[in-house]
């Protein structure tokens, strides 16, 4: 019963965005499941080579309605530059998460091929597992073997809910009173009209403010699904663990949205000899890997660059920087910075405007602020939330409740803050305009 009720109200959650696209993903559901039965029997009849062609099968069935939906106009558009041609754009809306549940569906199918995970022979169980809605839209990348148990047998306890609680307002906090707020000037900078006015100085303070709206953005999302599912019994995996104070672009990536990075990891990477082939391919190897990193963000060649930026930037660390000895400090300065840059070639929707944009953050020109100021007077009043932004994006919250030996005394205090909060994003939410999250589009 407890399933059932998940499972309808998840698809009228997804149908109250997507009315239409539940039938898309309905079918990709029965598909996957059907095609579980089959590689569970070519398992029993030990028939290897029928167990990859329905394996292969699966998986061209789920990227073909990926590739129409999210890659059909790029592809057109790109053919009728290269061949000067006049093919028409398909003219269909990008189903919500279908990167996300896309993925899952074919963790769920490789897994099953691998032998990790037991076959789902009940529809309804499988569906949930794809469309559980704390994290259908946005992630994070949940696989099966880690509700596996959960679904058929979980249970949820006061500790729980009240834990998912105050996971979700933080999640929430994060998301409407600094992300929302990062957001507000960063879209200034980035849409001024031909960044006139803006100069190196304003040019870096939006580049800032945008890490940190993508960064509360996004972990704010994964932390309310974090919380969302716990109220529920379902324990999801972190998907974020403080990537600003990452002192390499590996490291970054190990505590960036980790649930992707993993998954490209485990299902591309590895099967293709990861780092355990000849040079050359190693090479080919993480090239191919982050420039379908970058493509799964969007269709878009500024995704597809920042793929291949964050590609060739571990190349470099990996081949040279590891070698070096270089202090801690400055080891992160460095990294924080080409992570800045990395998402300023993300924000920007063409080439021509992240031209535009990086020059205006290395040629030293200057900021009429007084201009800026006059044209968005609110501007001025948005920099204090860099504040929190700063405190929050490391971990100096979390080690000194750690590390506090009151424990009573810091719970009550810290409910009170927690309670604070959530009147402050009712008022904040109740008071400003429709803002999604990032990732809605991914």
Not at 24 to 49: A, F, H, Q, R, T
Not at 95 to 120: C, E, H, M, T, W
Not at 324 to 334: A, D, H
């Amino acid at each position: 019963y407890r399933n059932t009720i998940l499972l309808i109200f998840s698809l009228l959650f997804y149908a109250w965005g997507e009315p239409v696209y539940v039938i898309l993903m309905i079918l990709i559901i029965i598909s996957v499941y059907l095609c579980g039965l089959l590689l569970n029997k070519c398992d029993i009849n030990k028939d290897k080579k029928g167990k990859k062609q329905v394996l292969f099968l699966a998986i061209t069935f789920v990227l073909i309605f990926l590739l129409f939906f999210k890659y059909g106009n790029f592809i057109i558009d790109n053919l009728n530059i290269l061949f000067n041609s006049h093919f028409n754009n398909i003219d269909f809306a990008l189903p919500i998460g279908i990167s996300f549940f896309s993925f899952q569906a074919i963790s769920y199918l490789i897994d099953l091929y691998r032998n990790k995970v037991k076959v789902q022979k009940n529809l309804f169980d499988l569906a949930l597992y794809v469309t559980l809605f704390p994290q259908l839209i946005a992630g994070p990348i949940v696989r099966y073997d880690t509700v596996e148990k959960e679904l058929t047998n979980r249970k949820e306890t006061i500790e729980d809910v009240i834990s998912g609680f105050k996971r979700f307002i933080i999640g929430l906090s994060k998301k409407v009173l600094i992300a929302n707020q990062m957001a507000l000037l960063a879209d200034t900078i980035f849409n001024h009209p031909s960044l006139q006015g803006v100069g190196t100085s304003l040019a870096w303070i939006g580049a800032i403010a945008y890490t940190f709206q993508i960064y509360f953005d996004f972990s704010g999302y994964s932390d309310m699904a974090i919380g969302l599912g716990k109220i529920f019994g379902f324990n999801f995996l972190e998907n974020f663990n403080f990537p600003y104070i990452a002192k390499s672009i590996t490291d970054f990536w190990h505590r960036w949205h980790i649930s992707l990075s993993s998954w490209f990891k485990d299902y591309v990477y590895i099967p293709l000899g990861g780092n355990r082939v000849k040079k050359n391919r190693w090479i080919f190897n993480i090239i191919l890997v982050w420039f379908l990193t970058g493509l799964w963000h969007g269709a878009s060649w500024n995704f597809i660059l920042w793929g291949l930026y964050f590609g060739f930037l571990l190349l470099i660390e990996k081949l040279f920087i590891s070698k070096l000895k270089i202090p801690n400090f400055l080891r992160w300065l460095c990294t924080f910075i080409l992570i800045i840059i990395s998402w300023v070639i993300f924000r920007t929707e063409t080439l021509f405007d992240l031209g535009l944009y990086l020059q205006k953050m290395f040629t030293f020109s200057h900021t009429n602020y007084v201009n800026i100021v006059f044209q968005y007077p609110k501007l001025l009043s948005m920099f204090i939330y860099f504040i929190p932004a700063i405190i929050c994006s490391f971990p100096i919250l979390k080690k000194w409740y750690s590390n506090n030996k009151n424990k009573t005394s810091i719970t009550i205090l810290s409910n009170i803050a927690l309670i604070i909060l959530f009147i402050f994003c009712i008022s904040f939410l109740t008071s400003s305009s429709y803002n999604p999250f990032i990732y809605f589009r991914f």
